[in-house]
């Protein structure tokens, strides 16, 4: 915390005067710039100032992206402390719940927002930049979760012209990015260098990590978890305290039931958990959203970037009576999931933020089972849609896009929708959609997918009347099966058959500007699409 004190002093002496204190030719330079963002007058009004600061102070020429994204920066700062000064002290235990997830958020919003100031690489930063703006959303869900909208009013004001500030960074972001992608070779030569690779994992797996997940039986550890005190520890939440210094560590989680929700912090960095198999470790919890908030519910949460699991099965056991409870929620950039099982009802895999890449995983839910906003990319998977409480509609996703200029999406390929054994003979009773508009934005694409024949012939469902059906994109390329059928689809504007080309967009080396997510044998762009 220290470090953020000092970090926001200099924030504050630096980038806050007094009124008058700049000249009028500053705003005609900005004016321009900030005409072409979603919000121009925050534009100004936050960095049309700023842009007369950087040559009063004698620093050399800042970039309009580098301004834009330090003055956010600067905001989140702000808004980090003025949550943290909040009196919670009338708040229920509901309400702190959510305030504690806020905090958090804020937090990490302010590590993004460094992260994006500090690189030259716009790709990135539009990752961190879409986290940003998600975890902006997130605080708001959380009480929304416990019917307190009335609470955020106690949230400061200042708070609306921050998620706005985002926004008006991702978009210069982007146009930085398009430029960058147009016109300079290096730019050309880093998307290039991002290359595919043939055994079915990102290139951005180290070659140790890469031979770690093909070891057949249990690789070499460096902390073993066994129940029965053969480990170093019985639980995992132990031996994830005692990793650190930042190199990868290999966690062997040995066959046995661990009943414990696991909360690996973003400072746990290049975490390998690898158990026996998905029917022999298996860690299971049962919190949901009517005791706490969705984003809390998660049998495990991963923070830490460069997370990698193996042959585990993450549960949760709350039932669908009890609605949103999430077996397993990432927000670890570069993070894989390698032969995992998720198993839950409503919200059973939440792909909150970041690079997320799922090989050959089992899915398990009913009711938006696949959700966030991440850059989440599905190969090779079973999604097994689950048998839902009475009067119910199943929807495999529901993506989290809230902002046009976000590079997320969630990307099915080569993948199964199929019943799940407690659905096959009920099947005909309930309604199963491929997914609903859960925000505005929301992008989801199934390609050469085989779909079974519980998925309605309308194949996607509304969200609520006519919200997002124009604004989202949601597509299906050369699926197969029963339910595969376009013929029936919805007519809505956002709907769309995609040609080969369009398709092209949406592989893993492609996807977003060239996100680092690698096809395995036999995916379509692989084959020449």
Same mark, same amino acid.
């Given at each position: 915390m220290d470090k953020l004190v000092v970090l926001a002093f200099f924030l504050t002496h630096f980038?806050?005067?007094?009124?008058?204190?700049?000249?009028?030719?500053?705003?005609?330079?900005?004016?321009?710039s900030c005409a072409q963002t979603p919000y121009p007058d925050v534009c100004n009004h936050y960095i049309?100032?700023?842009?007369?600061v950087a040559a009063q102070l004698g620093q050399t020429r800042f970039s309009f992206r580098d301004l834009a994204i330090q003055v956010t920066l600067n905001q989140a700062f702000h808004a980090h402390r003025l949550i943290s000064l909040i009196d919670s002290s009338s708040f229920d235990e509901r309400a702190k719940l959510a305030w504690n997830d806020c905090l958090e958020l804020y937090e990490d919003t302010v590590h993004h927002l460094n992260q994006s100031k500090s690189t030259n690489n716009p790709i990135d930063s539009q990752t961190w930049l879409s986290a940003a703006i998600a975890n902006q959303q997130t605080c708001q869900n959380g009480f929304l979760d416990f019917n307190l909208a009335s609470h955020l009013q106690t949230l400061p004001a200042m708070l609306g012209n921050f998620t706005k500030l985002i926004s008006n960074s991702l978009a210069i972001n982007k146009a930085t990015l398009a430029a960058s992608s147009s016109s300079h070779s290096n730019f050309a030569k880093q998307v290039g260098n991002r290359r595919l690779l043939s055994d079915g994992f990102p290139a951005w797996l180290s070659t140790v990590d890469r031979k770690l997940l093909r070891t057949a039986g249990a690789p070499?550890? /460096?902390? *073993?978890?066994?129940?029965d005190g053969s480990g170093n520890f019985k639980t995992i939440t132990k031996a994830v305290a005692a990793a650190g210094g930042g190199k990868r560590t290999v966690i062997h989680v040995k066959a046995g039931v661990y009943r414990e929700n696991v909360d690996i912090k973003r400072s746990a960095k290049n975490i390998m958990l690898i158990g026996d198999g998905v029917d022999a470790t298996i860690v299971t919890g049962s919190k949901n959203a009517q005791t706490t908030t969705t984003f809390r519910s998660a049998t495990v949460g *991963?923070?830490? /970037?460069?997370? *990698? &699991?193996? /042959?585990?099965?993450?549960e949760n056991t709350a039932g669908p009576q009890k609605h949103q409870a999430v077996a397993l929620r990432s927000s670890s950039d570069f993070s894989v999931f390698y032969r995992c099982s998720f198993k839950g009802y409503q919200d059973t895999l939440y792909v909150?933020?970041? %690079?997320?890449?799922? %090989?050959d995983c089992d899915i398990y839910g009913t009711v938006d089972f696949i959700f966030g906003d991440a850059v989440a990319v599905l190969q090779n998977c079973n999604i097994y849609i689950r048998r839902p409480m009475s009067g119910q509609k199943n929807t495999v996703t529901a993506q989290g896009r809230t902002d046009p200029n976000e590079n997320t999406g969630i990307v099915i390929h080569n993948s199964r929708v199929t019943a799940a054994a407690d659905m096959r003979a *009920?099947?005909?009773?309930?309604?199963?959609?491929?997914g609903r508009p859960w925000k505005k934005y929301? %992008?989801?694409?199934?390609?050469?997918?085989?779909?079974?024949?519980?998925? /309605?012939?309308?194949?996607?469902?509304?969200w609520s009347g006519g919200f997002a059906l124009r604004t989202l994109y949601y597509a299906e390329y050369m699926n197969t099966g029963a339910g595969a059928s376009t013929v029936g689809r919805v007519k809505w504007r956002g709907y769309h058959i995609i040609s080969a080309v369009q398709a092209r967009k949406f592989t893993v080396g492609n996807f977003?500007?060239?996100? &680092?997510?690698?096809?395995?044998?036999g995916v379509p762009f692989d084959a020449g699409l």
């Open positions: 980038f806050s005067f007094p009124p008058g204190y700049f000249v009028n030719g500053a705003n005609s330079v900005s004016i321009t049309g100032n700023n842009v007369n070499k550890a /460096d902390i *073993v978890v066994a129940q *991963v923070s830490g /970037d460069g997370f *990698v &699991a193996r /042959d585990i099965t993450f909150y933020s970041q %690079r997320q890449f799922y %090989r *009920v099947q005909g009773s309930f309604k199963s959609y491929l929301s %992008r989801t694409v199934f390609m050469k997918s085989t779909l079974d024949g519980l998925i /309605d012939r309308e194949g996607w469902l509304p977003l500007a060239g996100s &680092a997510w690698i096809p395995g044998t």
